[in-house]
């Protein structure tokens, strides 16, 4: 008999797996780990249909195979699953995503301010690494650095980045309207790039790759101002397209 209340109940936990998928493993590293459980969930189910077919000796192989596959990924995917699992347990992130859901006020001087420090640092050849973090991307940070929850000013950046200062190498992370972190290593890209990259381009390369946050990189060497989103680099010389984009990552 079709119980449509059974129908309503996979319905809806079909969509709360597929939302958690679209907001914390879709476009990270993490997704790799998923898609091989799904291999695996696969590889276990065909093990049971071949023993069900009586083609034992197959279906037998395909299982402990699955089985020995399980506990490699285990060791494989050890950092991810550190990562996530810490992630959960992490009561103030979840506070700050939930907060994040609410309804957010554009501040166009923060948003100003970025732009127009990302501008002179281009100009003077000033390399710079600026965060953007996703919903609890904040875990795929290897270090945070120096806490600061400071008010975003071009001076501020400016004066971070700055060559002689001791936090000029590492990466600013923005939450909301604010400098959080100071300071902070980024996990490095093992991808082959271009010779003409360089290490804060492998670092905003590599937490691309790794989380669904976005950062923005000034090169030392030539002065040009990308963006590292998805694994993925965008070049911007025209800063109203700057603009416009970071103001679409600070306010999504």
Known sequence: MFNWMGLVQIVIIAVMVWLFYRSFIQNTQSEKLVRGLLGLAGLWMLSFVLMWLRLDLLGSFLHYTALFLSLSLIVVFQPELRKFMALMGNVDEWRRMLKRGGVKTKNTQSLDAIVSAAEYMSQKHTGALIVFPAMLDESAIDKKGVR??????????????????PLHDGAVIVEKDRIAYAGAILPLSQNNLNWKYGTRHRAALGLSEVSRATVLVVSEESGDISIAEKGKFTKYDDMKKLRAKLEKVLYK
């Open 148 to 165: 600061l929850d400071a008010r975003i000013s071009t001076e501020l950046l400016l004066t971070i980045f700055f060559d002689k200062t």
